[in-house]
């Protein structure tokens, strides 16, 4: 048998998602189990996480009922036949979902709903350890509701629409309502509040605080007042019922309703987002006509106020951001994502470039300002946000701050802005959600400000051979022109064994095809039967049948 190697994927024994990762635990006591859910509906992130903590005997039941009571958005019957689960991102009155499009959009937590596929299939698998990794569970055909619970295991229910039962992939952790849930206190301060031109209303409605960011605004005297207007980077909110404002002396509190974390798996280390009003200028005298966005180009300057900014975990002690920070500045916020193949009718048949709403829980790169946009257009901007909707970031890692109890991750629940001398508009505030393994390493990468196609899994950049999915599973730089190929792995034709060095790479899948011929164009899938881990490598051993001319092995993203 003849083997002919085309990728890798990353080491069996490198860990994904740790119980303590999750950000959704419900129930207390020193004991932990994970239960993960993987849709077969084409959308990604197709596996999420949820987690319990208990304390003496717990059941499989009580992992299913705890979770669903928690999370309102989780629904179904896994535990009986036929099986059934649903997700519907948490969300309240007024707020409108994220729908991204195209293959350069972060996919987060927050991206997408999941409902069961007719005709699919639900089946049960386990796994023990506190690290769940792709590949470790197996199936479990004889799972009951009653089963004792076992600490720190992984209970997966996974969907099939085909022939062949689809393996766990790689999950996100499911998230809380990531905006602010209460205004506990809004002083708008000793100056005398600015107010709408257009209808003469003061900008301090509190309840513009809340929920997601502006996605659609209003015409000014430029555009007709009655047309919907996508927010976009150089035309922000800018009426009574989108923002809210804060004087001198002026201090709003917020609340969430679960604690922010300063997440190791968020984008950027950014762990929190401001939304305000600002913008970025125009060059040459050009006015914003909610026309083609190719065709504006950004001056490299953008307008904001600074403010102070306080976090705490009860409402009472708090601990202070150092120096003034730019809460209603850079970077400004785009509604939608651009997606002319599939324009959002709801704005009219006008609309030729705007599509689903922006993701607020991802951040744009923190090391960028104003001047490094001179030059860019609105739509090249705004595709370079990859459907994030802007913001100012805040990372918490540098605060000192107490450990959420259930997940041991520092955080906090209750934000306050103090304005100083100037008067910061405030829209939202966004939990950041975390992203897939890969995407982070995308954005590490890639420079935010080049083409998002070159990010893409299958883009080569440096032309050296391996694609970008292969550069990241073997830890090579993407940007970096190498002749020498990412692996070389030693090979036993006869015994049918492949031994490659262990490199991790936790949301990639390997799989393994054989063809008879090397013309013939219908590869078949196998199988590795055994998997031994020696020091820095994997050893697979391949469970083929009949004769096999060629042997290839392909790295997937499996989320």
């Keep these: 048998m003849g083997l002919a190697v085309l990728a890798w ?8 998602l740790s119980l303590s990762q999750l950000e959704q635990i419900a129930g207390t006591g020193t004991n932990t189990a994970g239960i993960i859910l993987c849709w077969d509906d084409g959308q990604s992130p197709s596996c999420l996480g949820w987690g319990m903590r208990w304390n003496g005997g717990s059941t499989i039941q009580d992992l299913w009922n705890t979770v669903t009571n928690a999370d309102f958005g989780l629904t179904g019957s896994v535990l009986e036949s036929p099986a059934w689960a649903a997700y519907h991102r948490p969300t309240r009155a007024g707020d409108l ?14 991206a997408t709903d999941h409902f069961t596929v007719t005709g699919g299939t639900w089946l049960a698998w386990i796994t023990t350890g506190s690290d769940y990794r792709v590949g470790s569970a197996e199936p479990f055909d004889s799972l009951l509701p009653g089963d004792q619970l076992l600490p720190d295991s992984w209970i997966l229910w996974v969907q099939s629409t085909g022939a062949i039962a689809r393996t766990p992939g790689y999950p996100l952790p499911a998230v809380h309502y990531p905006f602010a849930s209460s205004v ?38 430029d555009i007709p007042t009655n047309h919907p207007v996508p927010v976009t980077v150089c035309y922000p909110a800018f ?10 002396n002026g201090v709003v509190i917020l609340a969430f309703d679960h ?8 984008p950027y280390g950014i762990d929190l987002i401001l939304f305000g009003n600002s913008l970025s200028s125009l060059a040459a005298n050009q006015t914003w006509t909610n026309g083609p966005p190719q065709e504006a180009i950004l001056a490299g300057s953008s307008t904001g106020e600074s403010a102070l ?29 651009l997606d002319a193949t599939t324009p959002d009718p709801a704005l009219g048949p006008d609309n030729l470039w705007w599509g689903g709403p922006s993701d607020p829980t991802l951040p744009v790169n923190p090391a960028l300002d104003p001047d490094d946009w001179a030059g860019y257009s609105v739509a090249g901007i705004t595709a370079c946000y990859r459907g994030s909707a802007g913001g100012y970031g805040v990372d918490l890692s540098s605060l000192d701050l107490p450990a959420d109890p259930l997940t041991g991750i520092k955080g906090f629940r209750y934000l306050r802005i103090r304005s100083f001398d100037q008067q910061p508009e405030i829209d939202a ?16 990468h890639f420079p935010w400000l080049s ?27 993407p940007l970096q022109y190498d002749p020498t190929p990412a692996w070389r792995p030693q090979v036993d034709p006869g015994a049918g064994e492949l031994i490659y060095q262990s490199v991790p790479a936790p949301d990639l899948r390997l799989g393994f095809q054989s063809v008879a011929e090397p013309v013939h164009p219908d590869w078949l899938d196998l199988a590795p039967f055994l998997i031994e881990f020696l020091p820095g490598s994997v050893r697979y051993h391949l469970a083929t049948t009949g004769s096999y001319r060629m042997v290839r092995m392909q790295a997937v993203r499996h989320d």
């Design 184 to 221: 506990v206190a809004y002083q708008v301060g000793d100056a005398i509040p600015p107010f709408d031109w257009m209808n003469g209303e003061d900008f301090t409605n509190r309840t513009t605080l809340l929920g997601r960011p502006t996605v659609d605004t209003t015409g000014d005297d």
């Design 259 to 266: 604690t922010v974390l300063d997440h190791p798996m968020n």
């Design 239 to 248: 009426r009574a019922h989108e923002v809210a404002t804060v004087t001198s």
């Design 451 to 477: 083409d998002p196609v070159e990010a893409l899994e299958a883009s080569d950049p440096d032309v050296d051979g391996d694609a970008n999915l292969i550069e990241y599973a073997g830890n090579h730089d």
């Design 309 to 337: 900014l306080d976090v705490s975990v009860d409402g009472t002690n708090w601990v202070a951001l150092p120096g003034l920070l730019q809460l209603d500045g850079f970077a400004p916020t785009t509604g939608r994502e």
């Design 97 to 110: 979902l994220p729908r991204l499009s195209g293959e350069t959009s972060i996919r987060t937590a927050y």
């Design 429 to 444: 505030v966004a939990d950041v959600s975390p992203a897939f393994p890969y995407d982070l390493w995308q954005l590490d």
């Design 9 to 16: 994927w990353g080491s069996p024994e490198s860990y994904g």
